[in-house]
C-alpha cells in the first residue's frame, strides 16, 4: 500500500489512533507495527522514525490514554465540595474511563512491553496517578505522606482498580444483577471508597 501524503506530525497521529482502534478491536496481541502501518494506510518503514519498535508505539499510546484517564478523572471531580467527594468523583471517572476504554486501560495498567522510562509515558503516568494522590483535585500530590495516609490512600486505589478490573473482565455481573434495580455501579463505587476516603491526605 503506498504511503499516503501525510503532513509533518500527522503520520505519528494518524499510527496512534489505528494502534487504538486494532487495541480495542483485536486486543494487544492482534498490535502489530506493521499493522498498525497498513491500519493508518503508511509504508511498514514508515513507523520507525516516529516510534523505533512496537515498544515505543505501544509506550506512547499509553501516554495518550494516561492523559486522557487523569482529564476523566479531573472532568468527574470538578464543583465537589469536599475531599471526600474529590475522591469519589475521580473514582467515578477511574471506572468509567476503563469501562468505556478497556483495551487502552489494560495496556496502561498491564502492558509489559510498555518503556516506562520513556518521559512522555513516565509523565503522563506520574500526573494521573497524582489526581488520585491529591484527593481528586487538579493541584500538586502533597509531597509526604504519613503511612496512615498512604494506607488509606493504597485501599481506595486498590478499591477502584479492582472494580475496574472486575467490570472490564465481566465478574461482577452475578453481584449487580442481585441488586435492587435502583443501586447503581455508582453507588457500588461510594460504598466501596467509603465516606471520609478523600481526606486521607489531610488529616493530621
Given at each position: 500500500m503506498a504511503e499516503r501524503p501525510y503532513h509533518h506530525g500527522s503520520l505519528r497521529q494518524a499510527m496512534l489512533e489505528a494502534a487504538e482502534r486494532i487495541l480495542e478491536r483485536d486486543g494487544p496481541a492482534g498490535l502489530t507495527l506493521r499493522g498498525a502501518a497498513r491500519e493508518a494506510g503508511a509504508s511498514h518503514a514508515a513507523p520507525k522514525n516516529h516510534f523505533g519498535d512496537l515498544s515505543g508505539l505501544?509506550?506512547?499510546l499509553a501516554a495518550v490514554g494516561f492523559g486522557r484517564f487523569r482529564e476523566a478523572m479531573l472532568a468527574e471531580a470538578e464543583g465537589?465540595?469536599?475531599?471526600?467527594?474529590?475522591?469519589?468523583a475521580a473514582g467515578r471517572g477511574y471506572v468509567r474511563f476503563a469501562r468505556a476504554n478497556p483495551g487502552l486501560f489494560l495496556l496502561m495498567f498491564r502492558g509489559d512491553r510498555l518503556d516506562m522510562q520513556r518521559p512522555a509515558l513516565r509523565n503522563a503516568a506520574?500526573?494521573?496517578?497524582?489526581?488520585?494522590?491529591g484527593g481528586g483535585g487538579n493541584g500538586p500530590a502533597p509531597a509526604g505522606?504519613?503511612?496512615d495516609q498512604a494506607a488509606r490512600m493504597t485501599g481506595a486505589w486498590a478499591g477502584v482498580h479492582g472494580l475496574a478490573m472486575l467490570l472490564i473482565d465481566g465478574r461482577l455481573e452475578a453481584i449487580l444483577k442481585r441488586l435492587p434495580e435502583d443501586i447503581t455501579e455508582d453507588d457500588?463505587?461510594?460504598r466501596l471508597l467509603g465516606p471520609g476516603t478523600g481526606a486521607a491526605l489531610t488529616d493530621p
Open positions: 505501544l509506550s506512547e465537589a465540595a469536599t475531599p471526600a467527594e474529590r475522591m469519589r506520574d500526573e494521573a496517578i497524582a489526581v488520585l494522590a505522606l504519613t503511612l457500588l463505587l461510594a
